[in-house]
C-alpha cells in the first residue's frame, strides 16, 4: 500500500464533545487540498480553518484535545497525524519521553541546568539587547498603556493640597536638570496609590515617574522625598522599565521552546515563573538606581542620606512586613548602609 504524501497524513479519528455535554459522538478531522480541515461527525460536515484550533500538548501517548469555535471539544489519541495535521513537531517533552529511562534522566538533567543557565543569564542579557531597539515614541506609549491599566485598577485621583505638589515638583525639577534622561522626558503624576499600591512611586517605561499620596505622608517635609525622586529617575536613566519587560518576554520564548506549546505555554507557565524571576531582577536593578540616584543628589547639590532616611522611615511604617514600595527591594539595612558608604 502506497504511503500517503506528508501533506496528507489522512484522517484524525476521535470524538466529539458539545460545548458542555459530557455525551460524545465518533467524528474525524481531514486535511483538505486547499489546507482547511473538514469535521465530520455523522451530521453536517463543517470546514475549519486549522488556525482556529487550540491543540493541547502532546504528552506521551495520553490524549490531545482540540477546542474548536463555539466551545466543542475534539478528542484523539491519533498523537501522530495531529502533529502532521498541526504542521508542528512534537516538542522537547515528547521527543524526551521516546529515550527511556536512564537517558530520560540524565537528559532531563541536561536539560535543566542549561534551562537555569538562560534564565539566570541568557534572558536577562536578550532582553535587555531587545529594549535598545525600542523607539522612545513607542516606550512613552507603552508607559501610558501601563498608566491607564493602574488608574482601572488600582489608582484615583491625589488629594494633596496645591502647594505639596508644588514643592515636591520643584525637588523634582532640580533633580531633572542634572539628569541624563533625553530632554522632555521626564515627568511627574500625583495619584492616590489605593490598597493594591499603597506608599509608592514608581517609574514608568517612557520617563512619567508616578508618587502616591500614602508615600507622601510619610514625609514630614516634600524635600525629604528628593532621594526617592532621584532613585526612581535613574530608572529611567536606565531604561529599566523596557528591561525588565524586554526579560519576561525572554523568559516567554525559553517556555515556548521547552513545551512545543507557544500558546499555552506562556499562559500555563510564563505569569507564574516571571513573577518570581522577575523579582530577582528587579532587585539589581535596584542596586543600580540607587547608586546612581546617589550620584545625582550630589550633582544637585542634595543630601544623598534623605533616600536612607526614607528607607528608614518606611521600613519602620512598614514593620518590615515591606508592602508598597520595599516590595521588590534588597533588604533596608543593606540598601541603608550601601548609599550611607557613598557619602
Not at 84 to 111: D, F, I
Not at 306 to 314: I, N, V
Request: net charge positive.
Amino acid at each position: 500500500m502506497a504511503a500517503r504524501p506528508c501533506s496528507d497524513p489522512g484522517p484524525v479519528r476521535g470524538r466529539l464533545f458539545e460545548s458542555g455535554a459530557a455525551a460524545h459522538r465518533p467524528a474525524t478531522l481531514t486535511r483538505q487540498a486547499d489546507g482547511s480541515l473538514l469535521l465530520n461527525d455523522g451530521g453536517t460536515p463543517r470546514v475549519l480553518a486549522p488556525s482556529a484550533l487550540r491543540w493541547s500538548s502532546r504528552i506521551a501517548d495520553t490524549a490531545r484535545r482540540a477546542t474548536l469555535p463555539g466551545g466543542a471539544v475534539f478528542e484523539t489519541f491519533d498523537n501522530d497525524r495531529v502533529d502532521a495535521l498541526s504542521r508542528r513537531g512534537p516538542g522537547l517533552l515528547h521527543r524526551l519521553e521516546r529515550l527511556g529511562t536512564l537517558r530520560l534522566t540524565l537528559t532531563a538533567a541536561l536539560a535543566l541546568v542549561a534551562v537555569l543557565i538562560g534564565l539566570r543569564w541568557a534572558v536577562p542579557w536578550l532582553g535587555d539587547a531587545a529594549s535598545r531597539f525600542v523607539p522612545r515614541a513607542a516606550e512613552a506609549r507603552i508607559g501610558a498603556a501601563l498608566l491607564d491599566t493602574l488608574d482601572r485598577l488600582s489608582f484615583q485621583h491625589s488629594d494633596l493640597p496645591v502647594a505639596t505638589r508644588q514643592a515636591i515638583e520643584a525637588e523634582f525639577n532640580d533633580l531633572s536638570v542634572h539628569a541624563s534622561a533625553p530632554p522632555g522626558s521626564l515627568g511627574l503624576i500625583f495619584r492616590r496609590g489605593g490598597k493594591l499600591v499603597g506608599a509608592n512611586a514608581l517609574a514608568l517605561p517612557g520617563g512619567q515617574v508616578v508618587v502616591t499620596d500614602e508615600l507622601v505622608a510619610l514625609a514630614p517635609r516634600p524635600a525629604d522625598l528628593a532621594g526617592v525622586l532621584a532613585h526612581e529617575i535613574s530608572h529611567v536613566e536606565y531604561r529599566h522599565g523596557m528591561r525588565r519587560l524586554g526579560r519576561l518576554a525572554g523568559l516567554s520564548v525559553v517556555l515556548m521552546l521547552m513545551t512545543g506549546d507557544g500558546v499555552g505555554a506562556v499562559y500555563d507557565l510564563g505569569t507564574l515563573g516571571a513573577g518570581l524571576l522577575d523579582l530577582g531582577y528587579s532587585r539589581g536593578f535596584e542596586r543600580e538606581a540607587d547608586a546612581r540616584g546617589a550620584a545625582l543628589m550630589r550633582r544637585a547639590g542634595k543630601n544623598p542620606d534623605t533616600l536612607a532616611l526614607m528607607l528608614e522611615r518606611l521600613s519602620a511604617a512598614s514593620g518590615e512586613g515591606l508592602p508598597g514600595w520595599l516590595s521588590s527591594h534588597p533588604p533596608t539595612q543593606e540598601r541603608v548602609d550601601a548609599i550611607r558608604a557613598r557619602r
